[in-house]
């Protein structure tokens, strides 16, 4: 007996032989993210650095509009908010992973999570400006420079949004639904288009309700919009409300669905990945990679929607005044021009073929005699 007990603590079980090799790449992913984020800081910046957005006839940090309540300490509450909610985020995730190595929620954060290198894209197909206080990375690093002005740091929450609020707010609802209604009905029948459909409801709510307050509190804008199916339009608080919380939920739709467990305890993405038999040693890798395959289809699916707006010139509202100052207007098209905005102007990257725009920015853009982003109105 004496000389069993040792054997039986130095001899590892097969379980936790398997295990050490997927926990020490684990621990290498972290430490290969973190080294990227140390690196990113290094580099981080505020306020218009570049010469490519800076406006040098202003000094300062102006602000022609109020924000919401007239408080200024909205993007500091924004950076710190998302720095906590991204350490919970972490620990939570380390926490389940260590209790069940390759839980698909966790490979849906990452996932959504990994869409972010796509974001400067799907900043410049919505006209969407953010502020240039806001930490950022360099303007002028490659793909980060196709965004209308900066690429904030705090886009690294995404996971929170396109995938845990619509994701467990739908599933709850789901199941509330299939709780109070017989087995023939069609929420225990089609659960999937079920879920889809509550997806598309609570992800359009959410988004509304969140980027209405985002633009409200001067985080960001959307500098140009169609006119129709927007909100506050013509001010820097205009939303394209139906365009944009109706297409973000072409992301949000297959983030819920890929995590639907079905009766035998599988999420849609392991499913999917076992059919298309990806690494078939290596389950959490296939289902990683299914999930992060198609999210980026989607978000390219949602990109391409503002992508033909912008196109067709359909985005014709523009945001006045201008909230930023201190960097260039953002004019791609000349109807900020048109409208009387003081200048000066800057077109921005990608605005020549993909605007629909062979020559460029248009070089005469007459002032309308009713503009109203004209000072004097």
């Not at 996971?159 to 069609?186: C, E, G, H, K, V």
């Not at 139906?242 to 983030?255: Q, R």
Request: glycine share 6%; net charge positive; with cysteine.
């Amino acid at each position: 007996m004496a000389s069993a007990l040792p054997t039986e603590r130095t001899q590892p079980s097969i379980g936790n032989a398997a295990a050490a090799p997927q926990r020490s790449l684990v621990a290498a992913l972290w430490i290969a993210i973190a080294a990227v984020l140390g690196v990113i800081a290094y580099h981080a910046c505020r306020g218009a650095v570049s010469p490519r957005i800076a406006n040098l006839e202003v000094t300062g940090v102006p602000r022609p509009v109020e924000f919401l309540f007239g408080w200024t300490g909205w993007l500091v509450l924004h950076q710190v908010g998302t720095v906590v909610m991204m350490l919970i985020l972490v620990a939570a995730c380390v926490r389940t992973w260590r209790r069940q190595p390759g839980h698909p929620y966790v490979l849906m954060v990452l996932a959504s999570t990994a869409i972010v290198w796509q974001d400067p894209i799907m900043n410049w197909a919505p006209y969407a400006v953010y502020n240039p206080q806001l930490w950022h990375f360099p303007e002028d690093w490659p793909l980060v420079r196709l965004s209308p002005t900066v690429e904030p740091f705090i886009v690294i929450g995404y996971s929170t949004f396109y995938f845990l609020a619509p994701f467990f707010a739908s599933s709850w609802i789901l199941r509330r639904l299939q709780a109070r209604a017989s087995a023939d009905a069609f929420v225990w029948r089609r659960p999937l288009i079920s879920l889809a459909l509550l997806l598309f409801v609570t992800g359009f709510i959410i988004d509304a309700c969140l980027e209405i307050f985002l633009v409200h509190t001067g985080l960001y804008i959307y500098s140009q919009v169609m006119p129709w199916g927007s909100v506050f339009a013509g001010t820097p608080f205009q939303f394209p409300l139906i365009w944009e919380s109706a297409l973000v939920t072409v992301v949000m739709i297959p983030a819920g669905v890929l995590c639907h467990r079905d009766d035998t305890g599988r999420t849609q993405a392991e499913k999917l990945a076992r059919r298309l038999r990806w690494f078939p040693t290596r389950p959490a890798l296939a289902t990683f990679l299914v999930m992060a395959g198609v999210l980026n289809v989607a978000y390219f699916f949602y990109g391409a929607g503002f992508g033909a707006i912008r196109a067709a010139k359909l985005a014709t509202a523009v945001a006045c005044p201008y909230p930023f100052p201190e960097a260039k207007v953002y004019d791609p098209q000349g109807f900020y021009e048109r409208e009387g905005q003081p200048g000066p102007y800057f077109e921005g990257h990608w605005n020549r073929w993909m605007t629909a725009q062979p020559n460029g920015r248009p070089t005469v853009n007459p002032v309308k005699p009713n503009g109203y982003c004209r000072p004097d109105e």
